[in-house]
């Protein structure tokens, strides 16, 4: 994937003036609708409602303190699904503790870039563009999710009585990993070890895909989150209400990545996702701690076991399905059927692997070098360029030592963390641009004009430009 280089700086603290140039031209949407677009937040980025009292976030005092158990779903009898029922999905996250999540992502395609955010069913804007929240509930596993996302999009086209309209898809985080699952297998499931899933054509519904931090061949961070709670405010999530959750599986690291390593920095042995391992290693469901609460919370006794039994069986079977999914999103698809656009951070030291540390009473997977560390550079083994969440190498879908899977798409790399990635003015500039451009690629002229904030950012492509 080529790199061009050669934006100036225009000092620390500058943005571009998105309403000087989107808002009063054309390309504001305001002369000639454009194409529908549809939005998927990313995990934790929708949220979640028990009948009218919201439970995900639902106030800054819980997102503060609360271990929000209430967000586990409930496992079957035989452990092999779990139902996300009470909880529904009811909005879109704009902020939370002081963080922007969506709204000035929101506020710059409807306030700048001349969309309207509208809910399927309605009548569409005669003179703007339509925007619509695919919401969901991100504790569900993706593939569960795409009959809403195919039902929204024959939605769209009963509105706008257009049956073969197209719409152009943005995806930010696991957002985009549901966005590219639909585009490539549609409804489909992951199939059985050596089957095949039929391929669809995205193009038939979507006409561009843009992703915003997407982890194509997955992250370290979900790991970590099984392994001690994810961190949310000043509490965290308990692992065992995480695997309940089969989301997170599906964007732990590819089954080819290495995702630990010894004390010597050497490539263990160790699969991510055989339940043999965790249970081995006593992580995440499987430390003593844990099972203690486990058992503990749901009864006591025969009872607390019998469901502790349950969740282990459930968790081994989501371990596979993770499997499963990967893979399949990591095929070799050919030419791409829809044209699709990159946006990532490549600045920040990434963690993409975990140091094995076999000392103490159980080993232990450490995300930072211990307090002596050997003659090794820890940090260059177990980190790589990427936005502290997902590695640049991820955001391309490039496998270890392989050329990237996506080497002749368009992307746009900038100093930006994961957590405030879709909020940047440098991408939300070269986004407009591209939304509100779409003949601009396909070019073979390159070149772009952007601005850095503060420091630069940068065009990965071959075909075309994101801003001249």
């Not at 089957?195 to 669809?200: D, F, G, H, S």
């Not at 999530?237 to 599986?249: F, Q, R, S």
Request: glycine letters at 10%; hydrophobic letters at 35%.
């Amino acid at each position: 994937m080529a790199t061009l280089g050669g934006c100036a700086a225009l000092g620390p603290g500058a943005t571009p003036p998105l309403a000087r140039i989107y808002g009063t031209t054309p390309l504001s949407g305001n002369h000639e609708p454009g194409p529908p677009l549809i939005f998927i937040p990313g995990a934790f980025g929708t949220t979640l409602q028990d009948g009218r009292r919201e439970r995900w976030p639902s106030s800054t005092l819980k997102l503060l303190f609360s271990r929000y158990e209430d967000l586990a779903m409930a496992i079957d009898a035989n452990g092999e699904s779990a139902s996300p029922e009470p909880l529904r999905p009811s909005g879109v996250m704009r902020e939370g503790l002081g963080f922007d999540f969506y709204g000035r992502l929101l506020d710059a395609l409807t306030q700048i870039g001349g969309y309207e955010l509208v809910a399927a069913g309605s009548p569409p804007p005669s003179k703007r563009r339509a925007l619509y929240v695919y919401t969901h509930d991100w504790r569900r596993d993706n593939p569960s999710l795409t009959p809403g996302l195919e039902q929204l999009i024959a939605q769209i086209r009963l509105d706008h009585g257009a049956p073969k309209l197209r719409v152009d898809m943005l995806g930010h985080s696991n957002g985009g990993v549901l966005a590219a699952w639909f585009v490539r297998y549609g409804v489909a499931r992951p199939a059985a070890q050596g089957a095949t899933i039929p391929v669809r054509p995205g193009r038939s519904t979507v006409g561009r895909l843009f992703l915003l931090g997407t982890p194509l061949r997955g992250t370290i961070q979900p790991v970590l989150a099984h392994l001690r709670g994810e961190e949310i405010g000043l509490r965290r999530i308990p692992p065992e209400v995480l695997a309940t959750c089969p989301g997170p599986l599906q964007l732990f690291p590819h089954p080819d990545e290495c995702w630990l390593i010894d004390r010597e920095g050497n490539e263990t042995a160790a699969d991510l996702f055989d339940d043999e391992t965790w249970r081995t290693y006593r992580w995440s469901i499987f430390a003593p701690q844990a099972q203690d609460r486990i058992v503990a919370q749901h009864g006591g006794g025969r009872a607390g076991r019998d469901y502790l039994e349950r969740l282990e069986r459930y968790f081994a079977r989501q371990l596979r399905a993770g499997q499963a999914f990967m893979r399949a999103l990591s095929q070799p698809a050919g030419p791409l059927e829809v044209p699709t656009y990159l946006f990532g951070g490549d600045c920040s030291p990434t963690l993409a692997r975990l140091l094995l540390d076999t000392r103490g009473s159980y080993p232990r997977a450490l995300e930072r070098a211990p307090s002596k560390p050997r003659d090794i550079d820890y940090a260059a083994v177990m980190q790589e360029p990427g936005d502290t969440v997902v590695t640049r190498r991820s955001m391309t879908g490039q496998a270890q030592g392989l050329a990237p899977a996506l080497a002749r798409t368009p992307a746009m790399f900038l100093c930006a963390e994961h957590r405030t990635l879709s909020g940047e003015p440098v991408l939300l500039d070269n986004l407009l641009h591209a939304l509100l451009r779409p003949t601009e690629f396909g070019h073979s002229a390159v070149g772009y004009h952007a601005v850095t904030s503060p420091s630069r950012a940068r065009i990965s492509a071959n075909l075309s430009p994101m801003r001249r």
